[in-house]
Nanobody, 124 residues
Framework: QVQLVESGGGLVQTGASLRLSCAASGRTFSSYAMGWFRQAPGKEREFVAAISASGGTTYYPDSVKGRFTISRDNAKNTVYLQMNSLKPEDTAVYYC?????????????????WGQGTQVTVSS
């Protein structure tokens, strides 16, 4: 069992930066791929970023590529999402997720554990 706790969300203005953190419990963190997803009111959950278990491979959709960076520190059981040049359309609840495989995925159904989410609001 893995428990995930996100932090770092908040209210910022357009163009600002935020760094989200996701702390994981358990001794198997380094064997799990990790992902970040977001969900805005009335919309489906959307893939934001993923990283392989080793941290050597990252995945992004075009909507955030070049602005967001996912990273992980396996010694600290933590995954991060650095978000730069934020836009109002980035407003959503952001969730981290763990997948019991080493490679990341953009499909939320392929993740086994989820955090409770952290709100990110970008004002125009």
């Amino acid at each position: 069992q893995v428990q995930l706790v996100e932090s770092g969300g908040g209210l910022v203005q357009t163009g600002a930066s935020l760094r989200l953190s996701c702390a994981a419990s358990g001794r198997t963190f380094s064997s799990y791929a990790m992902g970040w997803f977001r969900q805005a009111p009335g919309k489906e959950r959307e893939f934001v970023a993923a990283i392989s278990a080793s941290g050597g491979t990252t995945y992004y959709p075009d909507s955030v590529k070049g602005r967001f960076t996912i990273s992980r520190d396996n010694a600290k059981n933590t995954v991060y999402l650095q978000m730069n040049s934020l836009k109002p359309e980035d407003t959503a609840v952001y969730y981290c997720a763990a997948r019991r495989l080493r490679s990341g995925s953009s499909n939320p159904d392929e993740y086994n554990y989820w955090g409770q989410g952290t709100q990110v609001t970008v004002s125009s």
